[in-house]
Nanobody, 120 residues
Framework: QVQLVESGGGLVQPGGSLTLSCVAS????????LGWYRQAPGKEREMVAV????????KYADSIKGRFTMSRDNAKNTVFLQMNSLRPEDTAVYYC?????????????WGQGTQVTVSS
């Protein structure tokens, strides 16, 4: 059974740091493109960061460049999002995503999300 489980969310003060983790199981983790997405109240879900299976060429949203760092550990089937210099506008539910594109099919998996709240 495919499963993505996020953890590490919580309440943090502006300017603080938080690290999110996503542990995957049930699929060939190393072959998948991984991503972090977030959705704030009243807004559409947006891409935060995406890292390819080759662990090269990570893409970041302009709003978080220089503050967040995404990484993956294929040996542990885990993806991370290190968040620094957090701002109130970073408050959202953060979701882990795994995607595989193929000539004949594709797979697209999502976790349940973890809440990040930035407030004093």
């Amino acid at each position: 059974q495919v499963q993505l489980v996020e953890s590490g969310g919580g309440l943090v003060q502006p300017g603080g740091s938080l690290t999110l983790s996503c542990v995957a199981s049930g699929f060939e983790f190393s072959r998948y493109t991984l991503g972090w997405y977030r959705q704030a109240p009243g807004k559409e879900r947006e891409m935060v960061a995406v890292i390819p299976s080759g662990n090269w060429g990570t893409k970041y949203a302009d709003s978080i460049k220089g503050r967040f760092t995404m990484s993956r550990d294929n040996a542990k089937n885990t993806v991370f999002l290190q968040m620094n210099s957090l701002r109130p506008e970073d408050t959202a539910v953060y979701y882990c995503n795994a995607k595989l594109l193929h000539d004949q099919y594709d797979y697209d998996y999502w976790g349940q999300g973890t809440q990040v709240t930035v407030s004093s």
